[in-house]
């Protein structure tokens, strides 16, 4: 019933910025915090940023300064903008969104960002 879809993953060179958007969709009564998470390979998964309802933004240290969450208009989008890029924020990145549903809460992920197709 709900979803989460991550877009925007793709392979970038050391101080190359890059975007990535997260959608939430489904029955919903309110969106708690929206998430970003990193696993680089043979690594834990990671809490990168995370936005609350009231727009209060936490980071880990590591991206503190070069990456920003926030959100759109339309309130069940987050971006995750990053820039500097460095060989350490090699990784999946996947969304996750805190929700209210009328049964109670739940942590719902997306899938996780996809390198684009390579020849």
């Known amino acids: 019933q709900v979803q989460v879809v991550e877009s925007g993953g793709g392979l970038v060179q050391a101080g190359e910025s890059l975007r990535l958007s997260c959608k939430v969709s489904g029955r919903i009564l309110h969106i708690l915090t929206m998430n970003w998470h990193r696993q680089a390979p043979g690594k834990q998964r990671e809490l990168v940023a995370t936005?609350?309802?009231?727009?209060?933004?936490n980071y880990t240290e590591p991206v503190k300064g070069r990456f920003s969450i926030t959100r759109a208009e339309a309130k069940n989008t987050v971006y995750l903008q990053m820039n500097s890029l460095e060989p350490g924020d090699t990784a999946v990145y996947y969304c996750?969104?805190?929700?209210?549903?009328?049964?109670?809460?739940?942590?719902?992920w997306g899938p996780g960002t996809q390198e684009p197709a390579s020849s």
């Open positions: 936005i609350s309802s009231d727009d209060r933004t």
């Open positions: 996750s969104a805190d929700i209210v549903e009328y049964i109670g809460t739940s942590t719902n």
